[in-house]
């Protein structure tokens, strides 16, 4: 849903210590992607832990269009009766993907090799995000797009009626793009290749395997080949989602930086392409541990247990780790700067085609709030002052960003003079229950008047 109400600017401030248990909501990557391949398989898919974010409820409106059924149980599960590869309808109206570059983007996949004409738009953050990163790969399987400049949304595309598999080695490190072309190549007839230079999560992968697909990896010298046989039938599946890192990460980051916290979060996948923050904490010295560390569903899990940690560093970040931790580096910095000396990130691109671009975001609110940043294209530096060396007392624009907004909430808990978001209402597009949640932990965190 593109229609944004009026800002509703926050403010958080410091309190006394965060202690308690944090039970985050479900992965909205795995969200997604439950209601699409449920969507592509012939029967019911029922799913349990189901982020209820807007972004994925966008994503489920979206396949009531495409013509499966889609509804929502009393106790909570979610119902899915798909309509089976290549048996998506045309949707009537426009689909409106709201602030979601996964949602757009898996759904562009998924209709491509369908013939089917889709207009596909979203709020004035998704129109401004690149898509040419997805439609250039679905043009080698026949599929046509015409949108507005630099392959901009609102954008039309039209699936092809007589697909090709395709080989395609993406050439951004981006698991929005590599499952697209997984997508396409469900309905193409034949094996279709994607080859990633570095790993990105690999969700579609796994999950594709458990709805009965014939997908498998390879690492070679080019890197991960992953290979998907066409035109499978999809078995429905009971899916039980676990609850979101990313998510974990505002919580545990919280924690780290306010005197005297004390939090659980339990229950969160460590899928080594997701977790790449919680290892940068531990190398910054932070005080988290991995407690009742199990496997659920064939993913590693644990509970996170994050404690005040005074004595953290900054250190430099491997480039090799960014795409394990894409989401988290807004909360990162924030954490940086409440580290002793420079924290540097590198290969980090990619973060300027977010939902903002992410470092200018960070950078302007950390300096706005006495942080001093250094940035370039693809790289910046925060200079930590210290556990609460961050001054505050300053108004920072999110920019339509989830991310940027929760990061700024969780460092006013540890400032000196409290740090405004101009607006909180993104928030619930991954995270409907961050308010809630904090205010339980005994955050201080109050809607402000304009
Ligand atoms: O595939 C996914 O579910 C996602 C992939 C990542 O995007 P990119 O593929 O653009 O890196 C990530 O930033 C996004 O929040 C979720
Ligand atoms: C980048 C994100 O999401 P998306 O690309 O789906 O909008 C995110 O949630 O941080």
Request: aromatic share 4%; glycine share 12%.
């Amino acid at each position: 849903m593109s229609s944004h109400g009026d800002p509703k600017p926050m403010t958080s401030r410091k309190g006394g210590a965060l202690k308690g248990v944090a039970e985050v909501p479900g992965d909205k990557s795995i969200s997604h992607r439950s209601l699409i391949f449920g969507a592509m398989a012939v029967g019911e898919t029922r799913v349990t832990g189901l982020l209820e974010g807007q972004d994925v409820l966008d994503t489920a409106s979206a396949m009531r269009a495409f013509g499966a059924q889609v509804t929502r149980e009393d106790d909570g599960t979610w119902s899915i009766h798909g309509v089976g590869v290549g048996g998506f309808a045309e949707p009537e109206d426009v689909l409106d993907c709201g602030n979601s570059g996964t949602g757009v983007r898996l759904l562009m996949g998924a209709m491509a090799t369908t013939p089917i004409s889709v207009t596909f738009t979203g709020d004035a953050s998704l129109r401004s995000r690149p898509m040419a990163r997805v439609t250039d790969p679905l043009a080698l399987f026949g599929t046509q797009a015409y949108g507005r400049a630099q392959g901009r949304l609102p954008m039309t595309l039209v699936g092809a009626a007589q697909p090709m598999p395709v080989r395609y080695a993406t050439p951004v490190p981006s698991a929005q793009v590599k499952s697209a072309v997984l997508l396409a190549g469900l309905n193409a007839p034949g094996e279709t290749v994607v080859i990633e230079a570095e790993a990105t999560r690999d969700h579609s992968e796994r999950m594709l395997a458990g709805f009965g697909a014939t997908i498998s990896t390879e690492v070679t010298d080019e890197g991960r080949v992953i290979t998907l046989q066409g035109q499978p039938e999809l078995r429905p599946q009971v899916i039980a989602v676990p609850r979101d890192p990313s998510s974990a990460a505002f919580p545990v980051c919280a924690a780290l930086i306010t005197e005297g916290s004390d939090v659980l979060v339990p229950n969160i996948g460590l899928n080594p392409t997701r977790a790449g923050l919680f290892e940068t904490l531990r190398d910054m010295g932070a005080d988290l541990t991995y407690e009742n560390p199990r496997e659920e569903g064939g993913e590693p899990v644990a509970d996170l247990r994050a404690r005040f940690s005074p004595n953290m560093k900054g250190i430099e970040v491997p480039p090799e780790r960014a795409a394990s931790m894409i989401d988290e580096y807004p909360i990162l910095s924030i954490v940086a700067a409440n580290a002793e000396g420079q924290t540097v990130m590198r290969g980090v691109k990619e973060l300027r085609v977010k939902e903002s671009d992410r470092i200018a975001a960070m950078a302007d609110g950390l300096r706005l709030n006495g942080i001093e940043v250094e940035d370039g294209p693809d790289w910046w530096i925060v200079h930590g002052r210290g556990p609460g060396g961050v001054a505050g007392g300053a108004t920072v624009a999110t920019h339509l960003d989830h991310r940027i907004a929760m990061s700024f909430l969780c460092a006013g808990f540890a400032s000196q003079k409290g740090i405004t978001i101009d607006d909180c209402g993104p928030i619930a597009t991954s995270f409907p229950i961050f308010e809630p949640l904090m205010k339980a932990l005994g955050a201080r965190l109050e809607l402000s008047n304009r």
